[in-house]
């Protein structure tokens, strides 16, 4: 039994039971029911239950107010209504629409990629370390300790179209076992050409002479069936499953319900896998190649100015997440030509990044700025350069100039010297062991790395002291507006307001959940700039589907809540582009979403925003403060 099983049952129960609603949702704050008929709602109950904050009837719903765990308490709800899939997908047609199809694309690729990078990561660590020690002859490549190191590290690189089509059916909505099917006949080893071609001679080869020729040893109903090798590819996996999407969903809509069960997933495998095996997974495979072959052919011919600019414009591609769109270059280039030397010219960026951060903070010695900054470093240097570039670079302006304009020098010299990776995964330091060739043991891409790094911390660090200059910190006096304030003995914490515009109090939000306190203190902004920034450092607790509510715990424990205008929940992610995601750690300044305030504006709905403190109750008290013109939040400890 779960935390809320009972308070979910009580709910179903007392808005007349499962037969009275025809739907649920939930948004940042509330569970949204759609009830045949309200009047059959024990209103009285809901209101005075532990665990409801309170009741409200508003745009046809009749809306149950929970807080802050209305995730869970929502899970819980569908478990008690039998509802066992409330996986939230955002890949319709619809959605493709309203984001664009570029945008689409790189939701799309990062959705599927981003779950399995720490463990594909780790894996090319342990699989780098363990080429490097082959190289150092601490054991042989026929040891037992190397087999073992191999089958952890390599792995997770065989099989990887496995992984992949776990994550590209949860972002497709696809069955996710199905998906693991589709990966895993992908890797089947009687499908693969190395195993056919030492099985027998082919039977014949198709596409003779061309960039396409291909040799063919069996055939699936007479009809030829292109060998290929599918272990380690990433394309053939994600165009299937999507396939597999659309044929799953339009059987949904034909099969009886009493045995959608049993005929759904084996019609969806058998036609999937089939054109994939016939048609998507070798069109994928001359696609990668094809791609592969035109992107070497344009780095061959300049490769200094093509290192300049993938290293030039890195920071810049990560700030806006359009790095997800070209990660996949990356992936197909060491499939398909057993190493990257495309993408591998962004790798000084981290150490740019860390050298840029430490000359800043040889000069600057505000505590503030050091306490954003040094951990900013530390994860710079571990070759995670978001918290520099949200937390510091974006908001001093003049150091994300340095490092882009430093990152191109390096890179092109990476770019010339054919800086080459051999195996995905690693970062920062950790990426070095897979710079090692596994076929010649050679070390020359490490000293190449090496000397990289090198001028990377020297140009980055002489640039900044030279051409950076902080201006003169002036000491901040908050002043309350209450007067009986002033001499407070409590520690405070500030919270920055998350968007530009007039700072109202809460009492004139039109919606009683926050007007009146119910989630908790605060204040409301109307906003003149359809942008959220953090206001706080700290962690992405939630961030609703729809992108108009997001949940920040601050790293000393605040519960921090900015909901985008009232019942804009309704616009279902419309006029709305989420920056981040739920678990990112976030810094202060960092921009968390994007909207547009006047598409909102003409849908009807306001824009008036409450931020508010949703573990008020734990502090002595939130009150609004003024410092040097600006509104803040302080928390009283």
Request: charged residues 15%.
């Amino acid at each position: 039994m779960g935390k809320y099983t009972n308070l979910a049952k009580d709910i179903v129960t007392n808005v007349g039971g499962k037969e009275n609603i025809v739907s649920l949702k939930h948004c940042i704050t509330r569970l949204r029911f759609k009830l045949k008929d309200e009047s059959i709602a024990n209103d009285d109950i809901l209101n005075n239950m532990d665990g409801v904050v309170t009741v409200m009837k508003a745009g046809g719903q009749y809306q149950v107010v929970i807080g802050n765990h209305v995730t869970q308490v929502f899970d819980e709800v569908n478990q008690v209504l039998g509802i066992t899939d409330t996986t939230d997908s955002d890949n319709s047609e619809e959605n493709v629409e309203k984001q664009g199809i570029f945008n689409a694309f790189i939701d799309v690729i990062s959705g599927i990629f981003q779950p399995i990078l720490v463990a594909l990561s780790a894996a090319g660590v342990i699989k780098g370390f363990n080429t490097l020690f082959i190289s150092l002859h601490w054991y042989s490549q026929t040891s037992g300790t190397y087999n073992v190191l191999n089958a952890i590290g390599d792995s997770m690189f065989t099989f990887l179209p496995i992984l992949l089509g776990l994550t590209a059916a949860k972002k497709f909505n696809l069955n996710q076992y199905v998906g693991l099917i589709i990966g895993a006949s992908l890797c089947y080893p009687a499908i693969q050409l190395d195993t056919l071609s030492k099985a027998g001679k082919p039977l014949y080869t198709l596409f003779s002479g061309t960039l396409f020729q291909s040799e063919v040893y069996q055939s699936f109903l007479r009809i030829p069936l292109i060998s290929m090798n599918y272990t380690s590819t990433v394309i053939p996996v994600i165009l299937i499953c999507y396939f597999a999407s659309k044929v799953e969903k339009s059987l949904n809509k034909v099969i009886p319900d009493m045995v959608k069960f049993f005929f759904v997933p084996i019609i969806t495998l058998l036609v999937s896998l089939t054109l994939g095996f016939l048609v998507i997974g070798p069109l994928a495979t001359f696609g990668s190649n094809l791609v592969g072959s035109a992107i070497l052919a344009v780095r061959n011919f300049s490769p200094l100015v093509a290192g300049a600019l993938v290293a030039g414009f890195w920071q810049v591609l990560v700030v806006f997440g359009l790095h997800w769109g070209i990660i996949p270059i990356y992936f197909n280039n060491i499939v398909t030509n057993g190493f990257d030397n495309v993408m591998m010219p962004y790798y000084c960026t981290t150490f740019i990044t860390s050298a840029v951060l430490i000359a800043m903070l040889l000069k600057n010695k505000d505590k503030s700025f050091r306490k954003v900054a040094i951990p900013a470093t530390i994860s710079s240097l571990l070759g995670i350069t978001e918290p520099a570039v949200y937390g510091v670079l974006i908001p001093k302006k003049k150091p994300l100039l340095i490092s882009c304009i430093v990152s191109a020098i390096v890179g092109g010299f990476y770019g010339f010297f054919n800086l080459r990776k051999f195996a995905m995964g690693g970062m920062g330091f950790f990426e070095l062991p897979g710079m090692i060739d596994p076929k010649t043991h050679s070390m020359s891409n490490v000293y190449i790395a090496l000397i990289g790094i090198v001028l990377s911390f020297v140009l980055g660090f002489i640039a900044t002291m030279i051409f950076w200059k902080e201006d003169p910190s002036k000491d901040k006096v908050v002043t309350s507006q209450n007067d009986d304030e002033k001499n407070v003995n409590v520690s405070q914490e500030l919270i920055q307001t998350p968007l530009e515009g007039k700072v109202l109090p809460l009492s004139e939000v039109k919606d009683e959940v926050f007007s009146k306190g119910y989630i908790g203190k605060g204040l409301a902004i109307e906003p003149t700039k359809g942008e959220v920034i953090s206001p706080v450092n700290g962690t992405i607790t939630t961030f609703f589907p729809t992108g108009h509510a997001i949940g920040i715990t601050s790293d000393s424990g605040v519960e921090i809540l900015i909901h985008v205008g009232m019942d804009t929940v309704n616009l279902e992610g419309k006029y709305f582009t989420p920056l981040v995601k739920k678990g990112d750690k976030v810094t202060v300044g960092q921009k968390l979403l994007n909207f547009d305030l006047e598409g909102i504006k003409k849908e009807g709905y306001s824009i008036i925003t409450p931020v508010v403190v949703t573990n008020s109750a734990q502090y002595k008290d939130v009150v609004t403060v003024s410092d040097n013109g600006k509104n803040l939040l302080s928390v009283l400890v």
